[in-house]
């Protein structure tokens, strides 16, 4: 089991960036970002391979950017023009699946999930 703890959320007005940060205490090949809003179900960001290679689920495509530094064993996530739909609890995943398949990036069991932080977009 990866230890993650999330960071970098908070309140931001539609239009505005954040920054999210995950520490880990180990890197994995793929690793993600997912959200869960109220009401709805969790969904998937974006992943990122070891190798750097990245892939983004619509929700928030062309309006985010996914990286890691396996140095400080951390993930990023920065998002830009937010909009009031993003609010969400967002977080961090470790060995997530599918980071080669096109699109289709998924969890299992044996994913690791940090605690998440809140992100709060406002109108």
């Known amino acids: 089991q990866v230890h993650l703890e999330e960071s970098g959320g908070g309140p931001v007005e539609s239009g505005g960036s954040l920054r999210l940060v995950c520490t880990a205490s180990?890197?994995?090949?793929?690793m993600g970002w997912f959200r869960k809003a109220p009401g709805k179900e969790r969904e998937g960001v974006a992943a990122?391979?070891?190798?750097?290679?990245?892939q983004y689920r619509n929700v928030m495509k062309g309006r985010s950017t996914i990286s890691r530094d396996d140095a400080k064993k951390e993930l990023y996530l920065e998002m830009n023009t937010l909009k009031p739909d993003d609010t969400a609890e967002y977080y961090c995943?470790?060995?997530?699946?599918?980071?080669?398949?096109?699109?289709?990036?998924?969890?299992?069991?044996?994913?690791?999930w940090g605690q998440g932080t809140q992100v709060t977009v406002s109108s």
């Open positions: 990122i391979a070891i190798d750097g290679r990245t």
């Open positions: 995943a470790a060995d997530v699946f599918g980071c080669y398949n096109r699109g289709s990036f998924y969890t299992s069991e044996e994913t690791s």
């Open positions: 180990e890197m994995t090949y793929c």
